[in-house]
T-cell receptor, first 113, second 117 residues
Framework: GNSVTQMEGPVTLSEEAFLTINCTYTATGYPSLFWYVQYPGEGLQLLLKATKADDKGSNKGFEATYRKETTSFHLEKGSVQVSDSAVYFCALANSGGYQKVTFGTGTKLQVIP | GAVVSQHPSRVICKSGTSVKIECRSLDFQATTMFWYRQFPKQSLMLMATSNEGSKATYEQGVEKDKFLINHASLTLSTLTVTSAHPEDSSFYIC?????????????FGSGTQLSVL
């Protein structure tokens, strides 16, 4: 079955540091890949997505590239801010819509001034 | 953007009691909503798919008599944990699917932390 593995947190970084959160997946077929973010007290929000191999999703300075050869979708940001402190979830869904979304365990990011 | 409201955000109850969690889509109609559960340091696990006007579809291993789902309107789905026990303590989160001419999107509630004493 489908599975998503992401690095355990928490991750603590200083402001303006480089961020990488690793995510690898196992899936049949050609899934769509997502990163969701959950800010304190709020619901999960879609941060970015990629629907096919070599696609790069980007939003708010975050990027992730769909790497089929390494089954990875690592999240990166060149310079984090305190406001980026949140929990980040990597996820995948098989083609055909949102019937079955498989999530990783989430990685908590804390950015300190 | 579309918002999903989930209440309560936190609930503490005694063992044997029932707890109801509400999930509302505030500015769109959601024919399909999803309920997830997350144990500490584990993934969000899909429990069931809630379809407006019909019975929910439960994932394997989820007891339908224990986790009652009602989706009586296009904007409201409820999850009732019946006769809750300490092992039901978990983080529950709902999501609602919006379909439009621009495609399909999934919006999440902020979750409910259930603690059963």
């Amino acid at each position: 079955g489908n599975s998503v593995t992401q690095m355990e947190g928490p991750v603590t970084l200083s402001e303006e540091a480089f961020l990488t959160i690793n995510c690898t997946y196992t899936a049949t077929g050609y899934p769509s890949l997502f990163w969701y973010v959950q800010y304190p007290g709020e619901g999960l929000q879609l941060l970015l997505k990629a629907t096919k191999a070599d696609d790069k999703g980007s939003n708010k300075g975050f990027e992730a590239t769909y790497r089929k050869e390494t089954t990875s979708f690592h999240l990166e940001k060149g310079s984090v801010q305190v406001s980026d402190s949140a929990v980040y979830f990597c996820a995948l869904a098989n083609s055909g819509g949102y019937q079955k979304v498989t999530f990783g365990t989430g990685t908590k990011l804390q950015v300190i001034p | 953007g579309a918002v999903v409201s989930q209440h309560p955000s936190r609930v503490i109850c005694k063992s044997g009691t029932s707890v109801k969690i509400e999930c509302r889509s505030l500015d769109f109609q959601a024919t399909t909503m999803f309920w997830y559960r997350q144990f500490p340091k584990q993934s969000l696990m899909l429990m069931a798919t809630s379809n407006e006007g019909s019975k929910a579809t439960y994932e394997q291993g989820v007891e339908k008599d224990k986790f009652l789902i009602n989706h009586a309107s296009l904007t409201l789905s409820t999850l009732t944990v019946t006769s809750a026990h300490p092992e039901d303590s978990s983080f529950y989160i709902c999501s609602a699917r919006e379909r439009s001419g621009l495609g399909e999107k999934l919006f999440f509630g902020s979750g409910t932390q259930l603690s059963v004493l």
